[in-house]
């Protein structure tokens, strides 16, 4: 059973690129959720989504944007890169249905941005 | 707002002795408190949660966690280290579900390092 699937592993992109990651979720789970990692820092909630809606939102400017597809894939997109945008994005997913609302989630190896 | 905190940058223990790992939260309501470690350029790997019952949890890789409601503490520990434990260590808490999905907060992370 393949876990947490992420791609690219490393992405260098310059100052007000564009770039889209990817995430395949673990078999079986429903919910994707992405959080940045920027070096020496815990991981900060981006967002999450469920049933293909973004069902909650972090401190993340709009230029950070995603989606959900039917087989539960999803993708973040973050436009106008600057500088600080640099950091691992990590990829989690998890069964999050009702009474099942607290179970752990399982990340992906995550993509290395770099932005010149 | 949630949040966590991870008093210790790094711990040092020698090998075969006794590790703690120090969290403390804060959060409205029950606390949903959760242990992950991450290896270098790898993503974060589930260890424990506490959810509710028995104060101390047991988790992978012969790691355990106690919970202490009236010190806001999640501590993480193991009775015996190995070289092999030395990795990076975030403690994360999610507020109760009130109808709405909570987020999950991360620590700033604590580096474990085993000493042979």
């Known amino acids: 059973d393949a876990g947490v699937t992420q791609s690219p592993t490393h992405l260098i992109k310059t100052r007000g690129q564009q770039v889209t990651l990817r995430c395949s979720p673990k078999?079986?789970?429903?919910?994707v959720s992405w959080y940045q990692q920027a070096l020496g820092q815990g991981p900060q909630f981006i967002f999450q989504?469920?049933?293909?809606?973004?069902?909650q939102r972090g401190n993340f400017p709009d230029r950070f944007s995603g989606h959900q597809f039917p087989n539960y894939s999803s993708e973040l997109n973050v436009n106008a890169l600057l500088l600080g945008d640099s950091a691992l994005y990590l990829c989690?997913?998890?069964?999050?249905?009702?009474?099942?609302?607290?179970?752990?989630?399982?990340f992906g190896p995550g993509t290395r941005l770099t932005v010149l | 707002a949630q949040s966590v905190a991870q008093p210790e940058d790094q711990v040092n223990v020698a090998e075969g002795n006794p590790l703690t790992v120090k969290c403390t939260y804060s959060?409205?309501?029950?606390?949903?408190l959760f242990w992950y470690v991450q290896y270098p350029n790898r993503g974060l790997q589930f260890l424990l949660k506490?959810?509710?019952?028995?104060?101390l949890v047991k988790g992978s890789y012969g790691f355990e966690a106690e919970f202490n409601k009236s010190q806001t503490s999640f501590h993480l520990k193991k009775p015996s280290a190995l070289v092999s434990d030395s990795a990076l260590y975030f403690c994360?808490?999610?507020?109760?579900?009130?109808?709405?999905?909570?987020?999950?907060?991360f620590g700033i992370g604590t580096k474990l390092q085993v000493i042979p």
């Open positions: 989690a997913s998890s069964l999050d249905t009702g009474t099942n609302a607290y179970n752990e989630q399982f």
């Open positions: 078999s079986g789970h429903d919910t």
């Open positions: 989504y469920y049933e293909e809606e973004e069902r």
């Open positions: 959060v409205s309501g029950n606390p949903y």
């Open positions: 506490y959810i509710t019952g028995d104060n």
């Open positions: 994360a808490v999610r507020g109760e579900n009130s109808g709405g999905y909570q987020k999950v907060t």
